[in-house]
T-cell receptor
């Protein structure tokens, strides 16, 4: 069975600073990997996804993530954080034969200091 | 076009009651899935429907059930409510099965069980 670990429950960064959110997954085959963002009282919005090919994936809102098979990681990065990026971020893994069944990590809550 | 619509947005029930939550997917989307989000367990997959058929089911007791109608709208039902069923229930839709299309989430139905 697949699993996802987000080691950091909370992260605080200053506005304009760079950001890296960690995600480690466990899955026997090539995974489908996703990053979602959830603002308070909202549903989840897809930031980016990795299926195959180029291991550096570009997403919306200036985010990118890099798939590293050797480290079973899919870390999310942003070079300069904006106050509006404050939210909760979820990493998820899916299987080829499992349709919409995603396994989510516990989430990382990002706070941005002015 | 309209996003995924979930009703009701908030509801309060007492233990032993049952509840039905509704989800209208994005127009043209035929795949609907449901997730439960709680502070303790995080985001957990409940079930997925495509063309009125349940395609996948998560590890939840039989008290949790769902269905999909011919217009792709979906409902989920929880019978004999327990305190632990208090959660945000998220519905998500996709055009078809598989991971190539984005999974769009609604804002959720927040259920409180007293």
């Amino acid at each position: 069975a697949q699993s996802v670990t987000q080691p950091d429950i909370h992260i605080t960064v200053s506005e304009g600073a760079s950001l890296e959110l960690r995600c480690n997954y466990s899955y026997g085959a090539t995974p489908y990997l996703f990053w979602y963002v959830q603002s308070p009282g909202q549903g989840l919005q897809l930031l980016l996804k990795y299926f195959s090919g180029d291991t550096l994936v570009q997403g919306i809102k200036g985010f990118e993530a890099e798939f590293k098979r050797s480290q079973s990681s899919f870390n999310l990065r942003k070079p300069s954080v904006h106050w509006s990026d404050a939210a909760e971020y979820f990493c998820a893994v899916g299987a080829n034969n499992a349709g919409n069944m995603l396994t989510f990590g516990g989430g990382t809550r990002l706070m941005v200091k002015p | 076009k309209a996003g995924v619509t979930q009703t009701p947005r908030y509801l309060i029930k007492t233990r032993g009651q049952q509840v039905t939550l509704s989800c209208s997917p994005i127009s043209g989307h035929r795949s609907v899935s449901w997730y439960q989000q709680t502070p303790g367990q995080g985001l957990q997959f409940l079930f997925e429907y495509f063309s009125e058929t349940q395609r996948n089911k998560g590890n939840f007791p039989g008290r949790f059930s769902g269905r999909q109608f011919s217009n792709s709208r979906s409902e989920m039902n929880v019978s004999t409510l327990e305190l632990g069923d208090s959660a945000l229930y998220l519905c998500a839709s996709r055009i078809g099965q598989g991971h190539t299309g984005e999974l769009f989430f609604g804002e959720g139905s927040r259920l409180t069980v007293l």
